[in-house]
């Protein structure tokens, strides 16, 4: 199956395959060609170029894209979409005056979310998730990172990670799957977390690693949840078993956890609402990626990550969703791009590449993933009518999208 777009007002991200991610001021640089025509092919990107010199005889399907654009799916790279039942009533408590921190005192927040889980049956968690994957994939998102970590013990996070499998079996998306067994401790190790990190390196992760369910590693490193030192003896123990970190950091503290991670070639680092000036230092000319979380901090009203300052330090800055029922509750990347623009003064061009090429890498596909370039995974998004793409992020929580092709075929 040979598909042709014609009169594509604007391709946008269109780069040659050696670029796998963008850094600093080449964030501010947004490839394009105007005028343009994209032929798929199957399921790979065949060929672009000018419309003076389309040749329209081969193609089994020409669609006019007159007036529309087109970029690459978005790549959201930090995501906790599958999780059993909602948390509406702690949004309500936190309207109402409880703090993050009250409400998970009282047992609530992941440690409720977990109770709920252990309690679900695992066809039934598929249903769930399924259902906001499906969502997602129409929002525009062609390729996804999935953690585990409302399990918190080695049955329900193999529950977890055993979802994340059948939805990477069963649906077009990209998907790359993180085991968190170190999300927060669970309730019977309220007064032993020592004894828990113990059993998340002896006992969870050798399972995790023998199932081969899972492509990397997570800790939520925060006062009140895991030290540095924890963080570090869990992403040691990971090595084993081939686990790159990506890993919560500086939420609401910065305790040390990013040149931790920096040691051990995390990946990513993600979260970064706290940040001051060392820590910024620590990840300059190091393999981790800063990642942006800019929905979570818009329904917490939280600070924002300085995605603005990272740039500025010649960083490779990258936007997730951190789609999750306690402090995200969206996984919508077209969101996460106009609050990057808006709050964290990025510019369309570098909010465009932090939430495409620079998610691709974030998550182990930029090979495949995250830009126009021949080769690559047909994963588009063709816009619906718009003046310019700095339109998407201004005309904020509107769907510009009209249709969404992942691996060559139209989602729907
Ligand atoms: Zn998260």
Not at 302 to 331: C, H, M, Q, W
Not at 332 to 343: E, G, L, R, S, Y
Request: proline share 4%.
């Amino acid at each position: 199956m040979k598909r042709l777009f014609i009169n594509i007002k604007e391709l946008l991200q269109v780069r040659e395959a050696n670029t796998l991610k963008v850094s600093g001021k080449d964030m501010k640089v947004l490839p394009s060609l105007k005028n343009a025509f994209l032929l798929v092919e199957g399921d790979t990107i065949a060929a672009y170029g000018a419309m003076e010199s389309v040749d329209t005889k081969n193609a089994d399907e020409v669609i006019d894209a007159t007036g529309k654009m087109i970029l690459p799916t978005w790549c959201d790279s930090h995501t906790h979409l599958v999780y059993a039942g909602n948390r509406e009533q702690e949004f309500v408590d936190r309207i109402n005056g409880l703090t993050y921190e009250e409400i998970a005192n009282k047992g609530g927040g992941i440690l409720n979310s977990a109770k709920t889980l252990q309690q679900t049956p695992e066809e039934e968690l598929y249903e769930q998730s399924r259902k906001r994957l499906e969502n997602v994939m129409k929002l525009g998102t062609g390729a996804i990172e999935i953690k585990s970590g409302y399990g918190l013990t080695a049955e329900a996070e193999i529950k977890m990670l055993n979802v994340i499998k059948k939805l990477k079996e069963n649906y077009p998306a990209t998907i790359k799957s993180t085991f968190l067994g170190a999300h927060a401790v669970p309730e019977n190790y309220k007064n032993n977390k020592d004894g828990y990190v113990q059993k998340v390196i002896d006992e969870i992760l050798p399972e995790v690693g023998k199932s081969k369910l899972a492509d990397y590693i997570d800790v939520f490193c925060e006062k009140g949840y895991f030290s540095v030192a924890d963080m570090e003896a869990i992403l040691e123990a990971a090595k084993t078993y081939g686990l790159t970190p990506k890993v919560h950091v500086n939420q609401f503290n910065a305790i040390g956890g990013i040149q931790a991670a920096v040691k051990h070639r995390a990946l990513t680092v993600d979260h970064l609402e706290v940040m001051p000036d060392e820590d910024i230092e620590a990840l300059k000319k190091t393999v981790t990626m800063p990642v942006g979380l800019p929905l979570c901090s818009y329904f917490l009203s939280i600070p924002y990550a300085p995605g603005r300052k990272l740039i500025e330090a010649g960083l490779p800055f990258v936007l997730a969703t951190d789609y999750n029922p306690g402090s995200s509750p969206s996984g919508n990347m077209n969101q996460v791009v106009a609050a990057a623009c808006i709050k964290m003064k990025l510019t369309p061009a570098e909010a465009i590449n932090a939430a495409t090429i620079n998610g691709a890498h974030a998550m182990g596909v930029s090979r495949t993933h995250g830009s126009i370039t021949k080769g690559k995974k047909a994963n588009i998004i063709l816009t619906k009518e718009i003046p310019s793409y700095g339109f998407l992020p201004y005309d904020f929580g509107n769907n510009n999208i009209d249709k969404v092709m992942i691996n060559g075929e139209f989602v729907s």
